[in-house]
């Protein structure tokens, strides 16, 4: 059942006793991304000031150019990058001579992918025994070129981040003091 995911031959092979390079095509790979932007600032009143950022990225890609092979449900993983960045920033002036500037951000990071098959019931299509765990269309190694992706998961990561940065001048010397605090 797994030979009915290959194509059939459309070219005369390179070889004739192995029948190596009989099939040839095209593959696509679809890829969508959407980036925006939202910034806002605010004047408290002459020593204060306020701004927020908010940062929203999202790339999907099908991986079509991971494999050769026409069907999709050997080939294709779907991926979605998504990245999101919000921060505040406050500047206050206490003095001429002193100003502080502190920000406050966090940044998420997620990486959802999962193969194409992923949940179409190939175990049964296959007519394989229940023992074997359902998800994505199995690795089989029958002789022939391998089959593309079949993993599923989500990575992601998510930084929050603390900086306080405080300035004073005194005379001609420039003084800075301040932490960046990240987890």
């Known amino acids: 059942k797994m030979l009915a995911l290959y194509p059939l031959p459309n070219r005369t092979p390179s070889n004739a006793f192995t029948n190596a ?12 991304m959407n980036q925006y932007t939202v910034k806002g600032d605010h004047r408290i009143s002459d020593k204060n000031t306020i701004s927020g950022r908010f940062m929203y990225y999202k790339h999907f890609n099908d991986n079509g150019f991971a494999g ?7 080939r294709e993983r779907l991926d979605n990058y998504l990245n999101y960045n919000t921060t505040v920033n406050d500047t206050h002036s206490f003095t001429p001579s002193l100003l502080n500037e502190a920000r406050i951000s966090v940044a998420r990071q997620a990486f959802p992918f999962q193969a194409y098959s992923f949940n179409q019931g190939w175990i049964a299509k296959l007519g394989l025994p229940a023992s074997v765990p359902e998800g994505t269309l199995p690795r089989v190694d029958n002789g022939l070129p391998g089959f593309g992706a079949f993993t599923v998961g989500l990575r ?3 930084t929050w981040q603390f900086v306080d ?15 960046d605090i990240r987890l």
Do not use: C, Y
């Open 21 to 32: 390079s009989n099939w040839i095509g095209q593959v696509n790979e679809v890829r969508h």
């Open 68 to 74: 050769a092979l026409p069907d999709p449900n050997v």
């Open 165 to 179: 940065a405080l300035t004073k001048i005194v005379g001609g010397h420039t003084m800075k003091f301040g932490a």
């Open 156 to 158: 992601g990561s998510t």
